[in-house]
């Protein structure tokens, strides 16, 4: 815990806001989203047991065969990463792409924290297209009432930008280098009982999370996997699940404060460019989930809070949940500084694209 900084963080901001306005144990619990953080054990678990299959390493080695560029790798990884979001959700992608690329790495040299903030900035361009990509764009697409073809015209222009941009970028920070094997990985001890049972019980709770299942899901994910792999459930990362925990507490906390309140009170969110700049900069400071909760309160312009919340995702990590997760894969210090480097420069590029995209709408 020492070593965590965003969850040192996290705990002095709950110890402040307790102190600045005490709540109650049930009043704290009623900020946690239930349906997210069994969502995301269950998938912690459901990866962990993928990777402990040996099929990832499989996976990895015929990847490496039919792109023995680095630069070839990391653009199919980010397309696929991007397209897998539109569907999959951006956090559900990551647990799929980010194991990939650690296995890819363990047998050859891939620069595996460039690309996992490859992977973090695709997911997040990717996942703005459907209302599916993502919890926020989920509840704009139920607020407004619009289609689902509606939402994905809406979002399209800005999704291809944001993806022509960062395939450019990708391509330019990755060479043609080709890449050796430093060893070969397994080729025939595929644990193939335990990569079905996790596929099987992936499909069916992500079907069961996805029509508001997620505790029975997850229930069913501890109690299969505790009898064939005990490791895939005592073993997945329990600091990362507090610090989605602690992050609904402070940001919820922080954005149901009066005094926050009373200032966006004071702003005219209705017009299209102020909606499109409060969700984008909002979204730096409580993540853009809870910034178009919040600023749905203040405006329905829909088409603006959906392009600032998806721009709001690049930037400081905190900006999207998926961020958080991707780095927190990582399991690197250092990674916190080098995607920061990227990811604000981009989020500079990917406000111009947005206000410019919000013009086609």
Not at 148 to 158: Q, S
Not at 167 to 185: M, N, P
Request: glycine share 6%; charged share 10%; net charge positive.
């Amino acid at each position: 815990m020492r070593g965590d900084p965003v969850l040192l963080i996290l705990l002095a901001a709950f110890v402040v806001l307790q102190i600045v306005r005490p709540a109650s144990v049930g009043a704290l619990f009623a900020r946690v989203d239930q349906h997210t953080i069994l969502t995301l054990a269950g998938l912690l678990m459901l990866t962990r047991a993928i990777d402990q299959s040996g099929f990832l390493d499989w996976l990895a080695q015929r990847l490496l065969r039919a792109f023995r560029t680095e630069r070839r790798l990391a653009l199919l990884m980010v397309t696929f990463a991007a397209a897998l979001s539109t569907l999959l959700t951006n956090d559900v992608a990551l647990f799929a792409v980010v194991p990939l690329a650690q296995s890819l790495a363990r047998i050859a040299p891939v620069r595996i924290e460039r690309l996992i903030i490859f992977l973090a900035l695709a997911v997040n361009a990717g996942s703005s297209l459907t209302p599916f990509g993502n919890p926020q764009n989920l509840f704009l697409w139920q607020q407004s009432g619009m289609s689902f073809g509606a939402f994905v015209v809406m979002m399209t222009p800005l999704t291809l930008a944001l993806m022509a941009v960062l395939l450019a970028i990708c391509a330019f920070a990755f060479d043609s280098r080709a890449l050796h094997f430093q060893r070969h990985g397994p080729r025939h001890n595929v644990r193939w009982p335990l990569l079905w049972t996790a596929l099987v019980l992936f499909a069916g709770f992500v079907a069961l999370a996805d029509h508001g299942f997620a505790a029975w899901a997850c229930a069913a994910v501890v109690v299969v996997l505790l009898a064939v792999r005990r490791n895939a459930v005592l073993g997945i990362d329990w600091l990362l699940l507090a610090i989605f925990v602690l992050m609904f507490v402070v940001l919820r906390g922080l954005a149901g404060l009066p005094e926050v309140r009373a200032a966006l009170g004071h702003f005219d969110f209705g017009g299209a460019t102020m909606a499109y700049a409060g969700a984008a900069v909002l979204s730096q400071f409580i993540s853009n989930v809870p910034a178009a909760i919040l600023l749905a309160e203040y405006s329905h312009n829909w088409p603006a809070l959906a392009h600032g919340v998806a721009v709001g995702g690049f930037g400081l990590a905190v900006g999207s949940l998926a961020n958080l997760i991707a780095l927190r894969m990582a399991k690197s210090k250092q990674i916190w500084w080098h995607f920061h480097c990227l990811s604000v420069p981009f989020y500079v590029v990917a406000l111009v694209l947005g206000f410019v995209a919000l013009k086609w709408v």
